[in-house]
Antibody
Framework: QGQLVQSGGEVKRPGASVKISCTTSGYTFISFGIVWVRQAPGQGLEWMGW????????KYAQKVQDRVTLSKDTSTSTVYMELRSLTSNDTAIYYC??????????WGQGTVVTVSS | EVVMTQSPATLSVSPGERATLSCGAS??????LAWYQQKPGQTPRLLIYATSSRATGTPDRFSGSGSGRDFTLTISSLQSEDVAVYYCLQYENWRTWAFGQGTRVEIK
């Protein structure tokens, strides 16, 4: 069926960077892309970016494209999301999700990132 | 860039009644439209993909329809466990997506 397990919560200072991992299991890693979504407190879902687990190709949302990098490690079936120059507006739950039939069918448990001075 | 707009923001429905949620696109889009249910403190759950196909485990009281710029999620007979926020998600083009802002469904 598949499972995505994310790294634990982070507290960061403004201006810092955060790198979150998303380790997949239960399916063939390179067969599906991974999408990152975030949700600010009390707010809706926001698409951030996509990475091909096969080729490493990426696509980013315009809002964050200058500050975000997605990467992968095929040997550990893990995808990473790094977000730089953090501000309080980046405080959110960050989710990874598997792309399937142009939808997102399996989600990680979410990683809480808090940006505070 | 496509903008997805959901309406209403909040929907109050009596148990057993029909709930109709709308998702509109700023331009004509493909049928790669999905619906998600998110309960408080939980991760989003895929309900419908490709406009009208139910995901595994989705009860048949949930149905999706639409084309062009207008899409609908219908809950035919609202149950108490359906209280949640519902999001639409549109696949725009080469590996970009857009979420609607969500509709909160509550019991009247």
């Amino acid at each position: 069926q598949g499972q995505l397990v994310q790294s634990g919560g982070e507290v960061k200072r403004p201006g810092a960077s955060v790198k979150i991992s998303c380790t997949t299991s239960g399916y063939t890693f390179i067969s599906f892309g991974i999408v990152w979504v975030r949700q600010a407190p009390g707010q809706g879902l926001e698409w951030m970016g996509w990475i091909s687990a096969y080729s490493g190709d990426t696509k980013y949302a315009q809002k964050v494209q200058d500050r975000v990098t997605l990467s992968k490690d095929t040997s550990t079936s893990t995808v990473y999301m790094e977000l730089r120059s953090l501000t309080s507006n980046d405080t959110a739950i960050y989710y990874c999700a598997r792309e399937w039939s142009f939808a997102l069918d399996i989600w990680g448990q979410g990683t809480v990132v808090t940006v505070s001075s | 860039e496509v903008v997805m707009t959901q309406s209403p923001a909040t929907l109050s429905v009596s148990p057993g009644e029909r709930a109709t949620l709308s998702c509109g696109a700023s331009q004509s889009v493909s049928r790669n439209l999905a619906w998600y249910q998110q309960k408080p403190g939980q991760t989003p759950r895929l309900l419908i993909y490709a406009t009208s196909s139910r995901a595994t485990g989705t009860p048949d009281r949930f149905s999706g329809s639409g084309s062009g710029r207008d899409f609908t999620l219908t809950i035919s007979s609202l149950q108490s466990e359906d209280v949640a926020v519902y999001y639409c998600l549109q696949y725009e083009n080469w590996r970009t997506w857009a979420f609607g802002q969500g509709t909160r469904v509550e019991i009247k």
